[in-house]
């Protein structure tokens, strides 16, 4: 069997019709009997690279025991010209963070997956200290098991202070070598004694490299930082008061 948290995340398609675009990251949040599947918000809509998918495909496994049996899952991203998905934003402006509630009876039988719930969200944002080992749970430039359809995870630490928000900004960084495709993970650091089924804190979702303007792209290596949004505005786009398309306000 594979491990709890691999089964958390799936492989993310995006489409305009018939026409592959891109390939993300994502994963599954479970609030209230109400499932809500989680990807970065520049993943299904983002205007500077005029990328305007209308529906993304996210590979599920249909088999608890055989991962080789897997489906792509169609999730529209508009109706009656109305965008679905829910995003956010916070005093520092929008966050890169974008969730989609999944109706559950349209899913294939035996779908097999794990989520998280938001007893699995850091509560104090005192008590996670930098250099704190992360995981990074995705599929950088698209690759996986292709067999089992298995995400693979890169190490991280924090690389900012947890507690301070980044430039004013919602999200904390990380020290990670990550890929494009990797947009949407979650960013997660284990927690013994927590969940006995999925023992993990989730802490942020993956959204981009961080670098410098002023880097010579000659002498100078790329930083090897990236940003991840702090996971608790999913308590306000799964909220009740949430509706799709408009950007909902973190506390």
């Not at 989680?38 to 005029?50: E, F, G, L, M, N």
């Not at 998905?85 to 402006?93: L, N, V």
């Not at 104090?124 to 067999?147: C, K, W």
């Not at 002023?214 to 996971?231: F, I, K, M, P, Q």
């Amino acid at each position: 069997m594979a491990e709890s948290i691999l089964l958390t995340t799936a492989r993310v398609s995006t489409y305009d019709g018939d026409k592959l675009m891109t390939g993300a990251s994502g994963f599954f949040f479970l609030r209230d009997d109400r499932l809500f599947f989680v990807t970065s918000r520049h993943v299904v809509i983002d205007a500077p690279s005029k990328h305007f998918p209308n529906r993304i495909d996210i590979e599920l496994h249909t088999d608890a025991v055989n991962l080789t049996m897997a489906w792509q899952h169609t999730v529209w991203l508009y109706q009656d010209g109305k965008s679905l998905w829910r995003q956010g934003s916070d005093p520092g402006g929008e966050i890169d963070v974008a969730a989609i509630e999944l109706d559950r009876a349209a899913l294939p039988a035996g779908a097999a997956f794990n989520c998280f719930t938001p007893a699995h969200l850091q509560r104090s944002l005192d008590e996670v200290e930098v250099g704190s080992v992360l995981l990074v749970v995705g599929y950088p430039l698209g690759f996986h098991d292709v067999v089992h359809h298995l995400p693979v995870v890169r190490q991280a630490v924090i690389a900012s202070s947890f507690g301070v928000r980044f430039q004013g900004q919602g999200f904390f960084l990380t020290d990670a070598r990550t890929h494009r495709g990797t947009s949407g993970a979650p960013v997660v650091m284990r927690a013994p004694g927590s969940d006995p089924k999925l023992p993990w804190k989730l802490l942020g979702v993956h959204s981009s490299r961080m670098d410098m303007n002023t880097r010579d792209l000659v002498l100078d290596e790329s930083l090897g930082l990236n940003c991840a949004w702090y996971a608790d505005i999913l308590m306000t786009l799964t909220s009740d008061a949430a509706a799709p398309g408009a950007p909902a306000a973190a506390a």
